[in-house]
T-cell receptor, first 116, second 116 residues
Framework: AQKITQTQPGMFVQEKEAVTLDCTYDTSDQSYGLFWYKQPSSGEMIFLIY??????QNATEGRYSLNFQKARKSANLVISASQLGDSAMYFCAISLTTDSWGKLQFGAGTQVVVTP | EPEVTQTPSHQVTQMGQEVILRCVPI?????FYWYRQILGQKVEFLVSFYNNEISEKSEIFDDQFSVERPDGSNFTLKIRSTKLEDSAMYFCASSDTRDSYQETQYFGPGTRLLVL
């Protein structure tokens, strides 16, 4: 069963604007972790931000913030003040307690293109 | 800043040949993973490894695959007899925390494997 759904295959955003990338998940676990990774065209996977299921506050890391709505099972990534270097593929992933040793399950990704 | 490294960055091999992909995880990390990403598709979990043994493996990780930690720093993925469908980007990742769903996995830059 699909655990992570990213419904936006691609998005264009203008430089300096904010962009929200959608991520919904499907689990009955009470304890889980949600992660966002960035994959530039060079191919590496860069960790951006983490949100735990019990965290009451939305996670923030610099220009990245996570809009976590547990009841709706969504964990949207917000990138503020977009830069040209933000152009990349963005993956949402979940780690479940029912999966041993933190196996990450990834969504299909959203391709973001930042335009001048 | 410590990082996961992988060698080679690219590997081209003939179908049926054996390949070994190498990874050096972050030095104080205890949990190691391999993932793969077929071109244009999502990242898929292959195997997790802790305390010198496999913790979990996916259905992709069949008898053609094996992992090893031959010394204190390297972590390898071996594909015994490569098939065309093994062509993918292979990522190594590592993490250090005990709580499975909270651990952040840091990825290496990947090895692009092309099987001809």
């Amino acid at each position: 069963a699909q655990k992570i759904t990213q419904t936006q295959p691609g998005m264009f955003v203008q430089e300096k604007e904010a962009v929200t990338l959608d991520c919904t998940y499907d689990t009955s676990d009470q304890s889980y972790g949600l992660f966002w990774y960035k994959q530039p065209s060079s191919g590496e996977m860069i960790f951006l931000i983490y949100q735990g299921s019990y965290d009451e506050q939305n996670a923030t890391e610099g220009r990245y913030s996570l809009n976590f709505q547990k009841a709706r099972k969504s964990a949207n990534l917000v990138i503020s003040a977009s830069q040209l270097g933000d152009s990349a593929m963005y993956f949402c992933a979940i780690s479940l307690t029912t999966d041993s040793w933190g196996k990450l399950q990834f969504g299909a990704g959203t391709q973001v293109v930042v335009t001048p | 800043e410590p990082e996961v490294t992988q060698t080679p960055s690219h590997q081209v091999t003939q179908m049926g040949q054996e390949v070994i992909l190498r990874c050096v995880p972050i030095s104080n990390h205890l949990y190691f993973y391999w993932y793969r990403q077929i071109l244009g598709q999502k990242v898929e979990f292959l195997v997790s490894f802790y305390n010198n043994e496999i913790s979990e493996k996916s259905e992709i990780f069949d008898d053609q695959f094996s992992v090893e930690r031959p010394d204190g720093s390297n972590f390898t993925l071996k594909i015994r007899s490569t098939k065309l469908e093994d062509s993918a980007m292979y990522f190594c990742a590592s993490s250090d925390t005990r709580d499975s769903y909270q651990e952040t996995q840091y990825f290496g830059p990947g090895t692009r494997l092309l099987v001809l």
